[in-house]
């Protein structure tokens, strides 16, 4: 066992939907108190260790991906009962008031179906009449879900073929094409989906001046950022740390990778950016630079917590 974050994306409570893999307030404490308060650093404490190469292999922190506003609005609370404070890595285009469509697309297909699984159904019959369909299914034939992603155990086989075919069949474009046409068949608008999904400038400000620490995940959350030229990937960090800087007075001096995908030319961008620390999304990588530090995911958390009640567990179960 090594030294990692844990890391959290969606929360829901009576105002925020519960989007695909959302947790609650109650949830999260728990999943504190099964982990162990005495082992959760604040987030000054876990970079500044970090740095040092101080972080014995008990330590965690709490890092929260994508800015968004149920994060704040529930999981604030949470954290300044447990007296903690944490990493919050933002992508900054929402706040150019462009509703990264990312964002949109989970939360349609997570609120506007019966299931998952009906929206995945829907999806491939549409793509299936579209011009791409001939591509999918060539892609798809023999494809084996098994083996795509298998450091995500949390994700179905549907799970599993829907992003390979969003990401490496049909790639940005084609994906959103797809997209928007069963959003423009629904009885809803991107628009309407978009509102209140992230965070504004002054919550993000307030987070700052309450200890918190603000970290770069790009401008629009590509989700395959090594496929990128390092010329758009430049351009979309810069753009991000720029951003952040003029909401927070300061240059972030962290990051995490989004989708966890980077390659060489990200790390030599971070470098030359003065990103001190950034955080992959699993613990793959054994041996490791401070650019690549290890996490692993709640719901991998939540798995095992299902093995004890709350009212039983020992401290610090998960070790």
Same mark, same amino acid.
């Given at each position: ?51 040092? =190469?101080?972080?014995?292999? =008990? ?7 994508? =800015? ?37 697309? @989970? ?14 159904? @829907? ?13 999918? @299914? *060539?892609?798809l034939n023999g494809f084996d879900p098994r083996g795509y992603l298998p450091q995500y155990p949390y994700y179905s086989d ?7 075919? @969003? ?6 474009? /084609? ?26 400038? *002054?919550?993000?400000?307030?987070? %700052?001046?309450?200890? %918190? ?43 995490? %990778?989004?989708?966890n995908s980077y390659d060489a030319a990200t790390l030599s961008i971070f470098s030359d950016m003065g990103v001190r620390m950034?955080? /992959? ?22 798995? /095992? ?15």
């Amino acid at each position: 066992m090594q030294a990692h974050g844990i890391m959290f994306h969606h929360f829901t409570d009576d105002h925020h939907p519960p989007v695909q893999g959302a947790m609650t307030a109650d949830d999260l404490r728990d999943l504190i108190r099964f982990v162990g308060r005495q082992n959760i650093l604040s987030a000054k404490e876990w970079l500044d260790r970090a740095l040092n =190469n101080d972080l014995d292999a =008990n330590h965690r922190c709490l890092t929260f991906d994508d =800015n968004l506003r149920c994060q704040y609005d529930i999981v604030l609370p949470v954290l300044q009962s447990e007296g903690l404070t944490a990493f919050w890595f933002v992508y900054t285009s929402p706040l150019e008031g462009k509703a990264e469509k990312l964002e949109v697309y @989970r939360q349609f297909r997570t609120t506007h179906f019966t299931s998952v699984d009906e929206f995945y159904s @829907r999806f491939f019959r549409s793509v299936s009449q579209s011009e791409e369909g001939t591509k999918v @299914r *060539e892609a798809l034939n023999g494809f084996d879900p098994r083996g795509y992603l298998p450091q995500y155990p949390y994700y179905s086989d549907s799970d599993r073929v829907f992003r390979y075919v @969003r990401d490496h069949v049909l790639g940005t474009e /084609r994906y959103n094409r797809a997209m928007d046409k069963l959003i423009a068949e629904s009885d809803t608008s991107a628009a309407e989906i978009a509102d209140e999904l992230w965070l504004n400038a *002054e919550q993000i400000k307030h987070l %700052h001046d309450t200890g %918190h620490i603000i970290g770069l995940h790009s401008h629009t959350h590509p989700t395959v950022v090594s496929g990128l030229p390092t010329e758009t990937q430049a351009e979309e960090f810069e753009r991000n740390r720029k951003a952040l800087a003029d909401i927070i007075g300061t240059s972030p001096t962290t990051a995490a %990778h989004p989708c966890n995908s980077y390659d060489a030319a990200t790390l030599s961008i971070f470098s030359d950016m003065g990103v001190r620390m950034a955080f /992959r999304a699993d613990q793959t990588k054994t041996e490791h630079g401070l650019l690549e530090m290890p996490r692993e995911d709640h719901a991998n958390i939540m798995a /095992r917590m299902k093995r004890y009640t709350v009212d039983t567990m020992p401290v610090a179960a998960s070790f």
